[in-house]
């Protein structure tokens, strides 16, 4: 900077040195810029190498993190359930000393609705099957069967009930479908 | 620079998978495409019900029962065999579909009247 002030004094006195020496400084720059080839390509060698480190550590983090996240989902999950554990173990050991069974299965019939509730907590729903049209993306046929009260392609009974998780089917519902009355049997209107 | 799709399209369930970066160095750069229902495998099964849709996967296979001469498995068997082949000759005792012969000699299914071949039909494509 200050050179270039200095330069710029002096124009008066002697135009054209100036002009001369303008260009060469210019020139001079210009040679600084040029990048000796062999150290740039060290440079970016080097660069490359600490980015291809800095992504493969990345790579390793973000695979434990997911891990890690799975894990932190799980115990959530277990979470939620372990209460419902106690209880049925309680249950347990009330039966053993119990005289009236239908205490008991009164008990047990609360266990299952806390368990209900912490499905219903988690967002877990079942899903309807008996009466409604067989739908192979929440039902899984096991067995057809004819049957006079029923049209083709209704759920006639439930072998295991399935859940759903918002969009995503937990496990579908093992279902018996109806194939329609067999021949000869008449459908009550 | 591109991605690699890998299929496998099996017999009895298919799969696919990317690899993200050129050069496979470990079995960490393969990573395997979860379907649309999160699983990691299909069920390399196609169903046509009566309702004219097309089903794949584990639907089809979930109404398989109710509907197993239009329900299409193990159709990796078919794929450019002749249906003279013993084998396939065997396969038509042990399929609930229907397996004919095509113009051209090859092992097709017949869904509802329909040909379909194993090889050319969207049902490949489909199944993968």
């Not at chain 2, 095509?102 to 049902?123: M, Q």
């Amino acid at each position: 900077m200050s050179e270039e002030t200095k330069t710029t004094g002096e124009t008066d006195k002697n135009p054209a040195g100036a002009e001369a020496q303008g260009v060469s400084a210019a020139e001079t720059k210009a040679d600084e810029q040029k990048p000796d080839p062999a150290a740039e390509a060290a440079r970016l060698r080097d660069q490359l190498l600490r980015t291809a480190a800095d992504f493969d550590n990345f790579r390793k983090r973000s695979r434990r993190e997911q891990d890690d996240a799975h894990r932190r989902g799980q115990q959530g999950v277990l979470k939620d359930l372990l209460p419902v554990f106690d209880n049925l173990e309680r249950a347990a050991q009330a039966a053993e000393t119990a005289s009236d069974a239908k205490a008991v299965a009164e008990g047990v019939r609360m266990v299952i609705k806390q368990f209900e509730g912490a499905l219903e907590k988690l967002g877990i729903k079942r899903i309807v099957a008996v009466g409604a049209p067989f739908d192979p993306a929440l039902h899984e046929a096991i067995q057809h069967l004819e049957s006079a009260d029923q049209p083709a392609g209704v759920v006639l009974f439930e072998v295991q009930p399935g859940y759903a998780w918002g969009d995503q089917l937990l496990r579908a519902a093992m279902v018996v479908v109806s194939k329609g009355p067999a021949k000869g049997d008449v459908l009550p209107s | 620079m591109g991605k690699v799709i890998g299929i496998d399209l099996g017999t009895t369930n298919s799969c696919v998978a990317v690899v993200e970066r050129p050069g496979v160095l470990s079995a960490n750069d393969v990573k395997v495409i979860p379907n649309a229902e999160g699983a990691r495998t299909t069920p390399s099964v196609v169903g046509f019900p009566p309702s004219g849709e097309r089903l794949v996967g584990q639907v089809a296979r979930r109404q398989a029962v109710t509907n197993p001469q239009q329900t299409v498995y193990a159709v990796k068997r078919l794929m450019g065999r002749k249906f003279d082949a013993t084998d396939i000759q065997k396969q038509i005792q042990l399929a609930a579909y229907e397996i004919v012969q095509a113009d051209n000699g090859d092992a097709w299914v017949n869904i509802r009247g329909e040909l379909r071949s194993p090889r050319r039909s969207r049902r490949s494509s489909s199944l993968t």
